[in-house]
């Protein structure tokens, strides 16, 4: 019954730790210890599998390409829009001096207008040609039929586009007509667009009036603090739209005659100012003007692969710092994240120079949250199934290979030594040689009668006493001879420890023994001669 | 220990796929997107329409996909033909090929001489391209047999005529609308309204107004000799020695040289816009150019009508009418690139979406369902009349009409623009010798255009 018990695994405690556990304790250890170098060494070299200082770097390097360029190119605008008001101006003051008239008679002699910019055509396709910009235009602050209704925001001008933008003088950039009389379209080969319209319509457009006002209140002002740049602006009629550099149009005797400058569309900003898509093809640009930390982009302009114009905010954005460095620009609904920078448009002691542009580059908020989080996730995943591999590569290690020991161990419990099984391990294989050659010599000794079998008279006394043992004595000397404590004997007979406790006084006393030590002895003895079992 | 092995691969390669993902490198996805360039030459109010598709694009089937539409380039059909000319040419300066690109098939031919597009019957099945109109689909042919050109929609050429003017005439002349049939007929109506306006003015001689002319009078003398049982093409050369061209041209020639045709360089739209014309033939996706108003050299603005009217016909001659539009073109490249580019041509000309781009710009869409049940059921949703009235004229003309397409060889656009040229420049001068008392007879004049 014992023996069952111990075989189905119910066996008594041992001292010590078993090797297997040991071992796999060992290897889980030192594959652990090296899975939590492997991460400090990431971490140490700020490998963390954040993409904060990727994006960062992504959208201020951006910003910084783009600030630079579009800052070069709208100043150069500013400078070859005064140059292209001082040229028709200048054309002007000549027609005025043929026509015998002043530019105060303008709206006085109607007729003179078509004229007078048919004159100015040759100028701006010249200063065209040369800019980069989307369209040219010039209006005169007059019309030619006053008395028609809507005549006081009716405008005669001309205003010539580009339909192929970023082309400058390139082949197969043409022109197209949007405003100015038909007629001198004609003489000049340039096909009128869709949407022409004879004269501009400025009752929807303040831009003009406001420049030209502001020309009228400062005569002495010079036009390079005079010019403004608007808001993006849709010409009555138009389906197109862009902002606009407006430079007052002033004549020798110093009237204010009109407006003229440069159109620089949101196809044209989209084509030559889109950020780099090859990371994120989601991110764009963006240029507004800025009012008490809101970024006004139902005034401004966006740019990006990912979105055409129609595609554009119409809700003002306001700005906030949020953690990682990067700005939030929301409108309630949509949510972007990236950087800005201001846009100096004008001298500081220009009129306008209270008004505050910023250049920005911009994610979906949800595109740059994921890019800061970066693949953090994936490194933790990693090192947690590193952890995992190291795990079961410690249990299959542990016992693969302790198998053989303990099979060696078995065999030498059963004393089968032989030679013809050896494991694979040297040192084991010593062991199991060296015990065979103990057994044999034993084997000789008693043989040649060194080892006569007879036994101490202590011993002799002991076998006699285990004779004069009760039964239940004998069944719980039996359980000492398996190797059983008291504790579990109790539990093994269903018995108190007290009662254990008696028997234990009465086996003691008739064995003539005095500990369990001294007990112990004499039970190795028996094992030794191999007569347990057999008392 | 086989078994164990086993499990370890099987383990390992588990592992793997987890952390690379499975890549494929021949097809784009959202981690690993592509963006393709594309020209177009949808202006005006028909960028609206084509914006709008795009963006549907980019932020449904493309965003699944990973496939970004950049439209880098809006402009007239002869100005994106120049670009590609030069990159044709390999000109110094010239533009990076798009990736897609609308184009006529006699301009697609340059590059598919060169092997630098893809045959787009690869990237669609039998059972795909079976839902365009076959005769479409032919048309993106070229000499190899390939699909270079995909049909995105097509057009006719139509006669547009300001009813406003016309019944202002009619009602002072007596002019019958009926004329307007046939080109003799337009021809009369030509030198009778220049007079009728030059008579306006007793003061002023020699300021009539023309009533007639052709966007292209290429196209008109090739559907003109097409009506008539002939060619003007022999070969690949102009065929201008027939009696049946003579009769073309002097139909044309004598009210042209009194001061009833116009002939201008631009498009008809533009003289329509002033008033300075009565009807022109053109093509019906012009519609939208030529708005519904007359602006005077005072700023005075007209609101007119305009009514289309079918192709005329040459008297005696057969119903017949060019087919004309251009298509898709797609650029020969890396293989997910072109798988991009041939998914979006696929979900741009669905029957869906080429509905909603027909709806609003007066072409014609080219899938067998959106063109014989969905246009026809759709017409009166059309919001924009102007497209509602030339979408009911031309299904018309497709009933009664039979429809050619000009061939494609690689001389062809060339020599178009120079019968172009020289026939207009040859009508300027002799208009100019009439009005001096030196014309030519028909005879000198037909003469001098085949010199």
Request: some cysteine; aromatic content about 10%; hydrophobic content about 40%.
């Given at each position: 019954?014992?023996?069952?018990?111990?075989?189905?695994?119910?066996?008594?405690?041992?001292?010590?730790?078993?090797?297997?556990?040991?071992?796999?304790?060992?290897?889980?250890?030192?594959?652990?210890?090296?899975?939590?170098?492997?991460?400090?060494?990431?971490?140490?070299?700020?490998?963390?599998?954040?993409?904060r200082?990727?994006?960062?770097?992504?959208?201020?390097?951006?910003?910084?390409?783009?600030?630079?360029?579009?800052?070069?190119?709208?100043?150069r605008?500013?400078?070859?829009?005064?140059?292209?008001?001082?040229?028709?101006?200048?054309?002007?003051?000549?027609?005025?001096?043929?026509?015998?008239?002043?530019?105060?008679?303008?709206?006085?002699?109607?007729?003179?207008?078509?004229?007078?910019?048919?004159?100015?055509?040759?100028?701006?396709?010249?200063?065209?040609?040369?800019?980069?910009?989307?369209?040219?235009?010039?209006?005169?602050?007059?019309?030619?039929?006053?008395?028609?209704e809507?005549?006081?925001?009716?405008?005669?001008?001309?205003?010539?586009?580009?339909?192929?933008?970023?082309?400058?003088d390139?082949?197969?950039?043409?022109?197209?007509?949007?405003?100015?009389?038909?007629?001198?379209?004609?003489?000049?080969?340039?096909?009128?667009?869709?949407?022409?319209?004879?004269?501009?319509?400025?009752?929807?457009?303040?831009?003009?009036?406001?420049?030209?006002?502001?020309?009228?209140?400062?005569?002495?002002?010079?036009?390079?603090?005079?010019?403004?740049?608007?808001?993006?602006?849709s010409?009555?009629?138009?389906?197109?739209?862009?902002?606009l550099?407006?430079?007052?149009l002033?004549?020798?005797?110093?009237?204010?005659?009109?407006?003229?400058?440069?159109?620089?569309?949101?196809?044209?900003?989209?084509?030559?100012?889109?950020?780099?898509?090859?990371?994120?093809?989601?991110?764009?640009?963006a240029?507004?003007?800025?009012?008490?930390?809101?970024?006004?982009?139902?005034?401004?302009?966006?740019a990006?692969?990912?979105?055409?114009?129609?595609?554009?905010m119409?809700?003002?954005?306001?700005?906030?710092?949020?953690?990682?460095?990067?700005?939030?620009?929301?409108?309630?609904?949509?949510?972007?994240?990236?950087?800005?920078?201001?846009?100096?448009?004008?001298?500081?002691?220009?009129?306008?120079?209270?008004?505050?542009?910023?250049?920005?580059?911009?994610?979906?908020?949800?595109?740059?949250?994921?890019?800061?989080?970066?693949?953090?996730?994936?490194?933790?995943?990693?090192?947690?199934?590193?952890?995992?591999?190291?795990?079961?590569?410690?249990?299959?290690?542990?016992?693969?290979?302790?198998?053989?020991?303990?099979?060696?161990?078995?065999?030498?419990?059963?004393?089968?030594?032989?030679?013809?099984?050896?494991?694979?391990?040297?040192?084991?294989?010593?062991?199991?040689?060296?015990?065979?050659?103990?057994?044999?010599?034993?084997?000789?000794?008693?043989?040649?009668?060194?080892?006569?079998?007879?036994?101490?008279?202590?011993?002799?006394?002991?076998?006699?006493?285990?004779?004069?043992?009760?039964?239940?004595?004998?069944?719980?000397?039996?359980?000492?001879i398996?190797?059983?404590?008291?504790?579990?004997?109790?539990?093994?007979?269903h018995?108190?420890?007290?009662t254990?406790?008696?028997?234990?006084?009465?086996?003691?006393?008739?064995?003539?023994?005095?500990?369990?030590?001294?007990?112990?002895?004499?039970?190795?003895?028996?094992?030794?001669?191999?007569?347990?079992?057999?008392? | 220990?086989?078994?164990?092995?086993?499990?370890?691969?099987?383990?390992?390669?588990?592992?793997?796929?987890?952390?690379?993902?499975?890549?494929?490198?021949?097809?784009?996805?959202?981690?690993?997107?592509?963006?393709?360039t594309?020209?177009?030459?949808?202006?005006?109010?028909?960028?609206?329409?084509?914006?709008?598709?795009?963006?549907?694009?980019?932020?449904?089937?493309?965003?699944?996909?990973?496939?970004?539409?950049?439209?880098?380039?809006?402009?007239?059909?002869?100005?994106?033909?120049e670009s590609?000319?030069?990159?044709?040419?390999?000109?110094?300066?010239?533009?990076?090929?798009?990736?897609?690109?609308?184009?006529?098939?006699?301009?697609?031919?340059?590059?598919?001489?060169?092997?630098?597009?893809?045959?787009?019957?690869?990237?669609?099945?039998?059972?795909?391209?079976?839902?365009?109109?076959?005769?479409?689909?032919?048309?993106?042919?070229?000499?190899?047999?390939?699909?270079y050109?995909?049909?995105?929609?097509?057009?006719?050429?139509?006669?547009?005529?300001?009813?406003?003017?016309?019944?202002?005439?009619?009602?002072?002349?007596?002019?019958?609308?009926?004329?307007?049939a046939?080109?003799?007929?337009?021809?009369e109506?030509?030198?009778?309204?220049?007079?009728?306006?030059?008579?306006?003015?007793?003061?002023?001689?020699?300021?009539g107004?023309?009533?007639f002319?052709?966007?292209?009078?290429?196209?008109?003398?090739?559907?003109?000799?097409?009506?008539?049982?002939?060619?003007?093409?022999?070969?690949?050369?102009?065929?201008?020695?027939?009696?049946?061209?003579?009769?073309?041209?002097?139909?044309?020639?004598?009210?042209?040289?009194?001061?009833?045709?116009?002939?201008?360089?631009?498009?008809?739209?533009?003289?329509?816009?002033?008033?300075?014309?009565?009807c022109?033939?053109?093509?019906?996706?012009?519609?939208?150019?030529?708005?519904?108003?007359?602006?005077?050299?005072?700023?005075?603005?007209?609101?007119?009508?305009?009514?289309?009217?079918?192709?005329?016909?040459?008297?005696?001659?057969?119903?017949?009418?060019?087919?004309?539009?251009?298509?898709?073109?797609?650029?020969?490249?890396?293989?997910r690139?072109?798988?991009?580019?041939?998914?979006?041509?696929?979900?741009?000309?669905?029957?869906?979406?080429?509905?909603?781009?027909?709806?609003?710009?007066?072409?014609?869409?080219?899938?067998?369902q959106?063109?014989?049940?969905?246009?026809?059921?759709?017409?009166?949703?059309?919001?924009?009349?102007?497209?509602?009235?030339?979408?009911?004229?031309?299904?018309g003309?497709?009933?009664?009409?039979?429809?050619?397409?000009?061939?494609t060889?690689?001389?062809?656009d060339?020599?178009?623009?120079?019968?172009?040229?020289?026939?207009?420049?040859?009508?300027?001068?002799?208009?100019?010798?009439?009005?001096s008392?030196?014309?030519?007879?028909?005879?000198?004049?037909?003469?001098?255009?085949?010199?």
């Open positions: 019954m014992a023996k069952r018990k111990r075989q189905e695994g119910h066996s008594p405690k041992r001292a010590g730790t078993p090797l297997q556990r040991r071992l796999f304790a060992f290897c889980t250890g030192m594959s652990g210890f090296l899975v939590v170098l492997f991460a400090v060494l990431l971490l140490a070299f700020g490998i963390n599998g954040s993409g200082e990727a994006a960062y770097h992504f959208v201020g390097g951006e910003l910084s390409h783009l600030d630079n360029e579009l800052s070069a190119d709208l100043g605008l500013s400078v070859q829009g005064i140059a292209l008001s001082e040229q028709l101006s200048a054309n002007a003051d000549s027609f005025w001096r043929r026509a015998g008239m002043a530019a105060g008679d303008l709206q006085s002699q109607p007729q003179q207008l078509e004229p007078l910019l048919a004159a100015q055509v040759q100028t701006m396709k010249g200063m065209i040609g040369q800019a980069r910009c989307s369209g040219v235009f010039l209006l005169l602050d007059a019309t030619v039929n006053p008395a028609l809507g005549a006081e925001s009716s405008r005669a001008g001309l205003f010539l586009i580009k339909t192929q933008p970023s082309a400058v390139a082949v197969g950039s043409k022109l197209h007509y949007l405003r100015g009389p038909a007629e001198i379209a004609r003489e000049n080969g340039v096909e009128l667009l869709g949407q022409w319209r004879m004269e501009f319509d400025l009752s929807e457009v303040d831009c003009f009036k406001e420049v030209m006002n502001q020309a009228r209140e400062q005569p002495e002002t010079p036009l390079s603090r005079l010019y403004r740049w608007s808001g993006r602006v010409l009555k009629g138009n389906s197109g739209s862009g902002i550099l407006c430079v007052p002033r004549s020798e005797d110093g009237t204010v005659f009109g407006v003229c400058g440069f159109e620089m569309s949101d196809r044209l900003f989209k084509l030559d100012y889109s950020p780099n898509s090859d990371a994120y093809t989601q991110a764009f640009a240029i507004a003007p800025v009012e008490d930390g809101v970024f006004h982009i139902e005034r401004g302009m966006i990006g692969n990912y979105y055409l114009t129609s595609m554009r119409e809700r003002p954005l306001s700005m906030a710092l949020e953690r990682e460095g990067f700005f939030c620009y929301t409108d309630g609904s949509d949510r972007f994240g990236g950087l800005h920078s201001e846009l100096k448009l004008y001298p500081d002691d220009s009129p306008y120079g209270e008004q505050k542009w910023a250049l920005a580059v911009m994610l979906p908020q949800t595109v740059l949250a994921r890019a800061v989080k970066g693949n953090s996730s994936y490194l933790l995943l990693i090192v947690l199934l590193l952890f995992g591999l190291s795990f079961v590569s410690s249990i299959f290690i542990s016992r693969r290979y302790l198998r053989p020991v303990t099979e060696a161990l078995n065999r030498i419990k059963s004393r089968d030594y032989g030679v013809t099984a050896p494991t694979p391990y040297v040192e084991i294989n010593d062991l199991m040689e060296f015990l065979a050659q103990q057994e044999e010599a034993r084997g000789q000794e008693v043989a040649a009668g060194r080892i006569t079998g007879e036994m101490p008279p202590l011993f002799e006394q002991f076998l006699g006493n285990v004779k004069t043992l009760s039964k239940a004595e004998r069944k719980v000397f039996d359980l000492y398996e190797g059983y404590h008291a504790q579990e004997i109790a539990e093994e007979l018995l108190s420890i007290n254990i406790k008696t028997h234990n006084r009465r086996i003691f006393a008739k064995l003539n023994v005095s500990t369990r030590k001294e007990l112990l002895v004499y039970l190795d003895m028996m094992r030794e001669l191999d007569m347990i079992g057999k008392g | 220990m086989k078994r164990s092995a086993m499990a370890w691969v099987c383990a390992l390669g588990i592992v793997l796929g987890l952390f690379c993902g499975c890549s494929d490198r021949d097809r784009p996805s959202p981690k690993d997107p592509v963006t393709l594309m020209w177009h030459n949808y202006g005006g109010e028909m960028q609206k329409t084509m914006d709008a598709l795009i963006d549907e694009f980019n932020s449904t089937e493309g965003k699944e996909q990973g496939i970004v539409i950049n439209v880098t380039a809006i402009s007239s059909s002869a100005e994106l033909n590609l000319e030069m990159i044709a040419n390999s000109d110094p300066g010239a533009p990076a090929m798009p990736d897609i690109c609308t184009v006529y098939p006699k301009v697609a031919i340059r590059f598919q001489e060169k092997g630098a597009l893809v045959d787009l019957q690869e990237y669609f099945t039998q059972e795909e391209l079976e839902n365009y109109l076959p005769a479409f689909i032919e048309e993106g042919k070229l000499e190899d047999g390939g699909l050109v995909f049909p995105l929609a097509k057009s006719t050429e139509i006669l547009y005529l300001n009813q406003t003017l016309f019944d202002r005439f009619a009602q002072a002349t007596g002019a019958s609308q009926e004329k307007l046939t080109f003799e007929g337009i021809a109506l030509s030198q009778k309204y220049y007079r009728w306006t030059d008579a306006q003015t007793p003061d002023t001689p020699g300021d107004k023309a009533f002319t052709a966007d292209s009078w290429f196209n008109l003398a090739q559907v003109g000799m097409v009506q008539l049982g002939d060619s003007l093409l022999e070969g690949e050369s102009l065929d201008l020695e027939s009696e049946k061209y003579r009769h073309i041209f002097e139909t044309l020639w004598v009210p042209a040289v009194e001061g009833g045709i116009a002939l201008y360089d631009g498009y008809s739209s533009d003289l329509s816009k002033t008033g300075d014309l009565v022109s033939t053109g093509s019906s996706a012009g519609i939208l150019f030529y708005g519904d108003t007359i602006t005077y050299p005072d700023n005075r603005v007209e609101q007119v009508e305009y009514s289309i009217l079918p192709f005329p016909v040459f008297a005696g001659g057969e119903k017949a009418a060019i087919q004309r539009g251009g298509g898709l073109m797609v650029a020969k490249s890396e293989t690139r072109e798988y991009a580019a041939a998914t979006f041509v696929k979900w741009l000309t669905a029957p869906r979406q080429n509905m909603r781009f027909i709806a609003s710009t007066g072409y014609l869409p080219v899938t067998k959106a063109f014989e049940t969905d246009m026809a059921r759709q017409i009166d949703e059309v919001e924009d009349g102007r497209v509602k009235k030339m979408l009911a004229a031309v299904t003309m497709y009933e009664e009409y039979r429809f050619f397409t000009a061939p060889f690689a001389g062809f060339e020599l178009g623009k120079d019968y172009e040229r020289d026939f207009k420049a040859l009508l300027r001068r002799q208009g100019e010798s009439a009005r008392g030196t014309a030519p007879t028909v005879e000198e004049a037909l003469a001098q255009l085949k010199d």
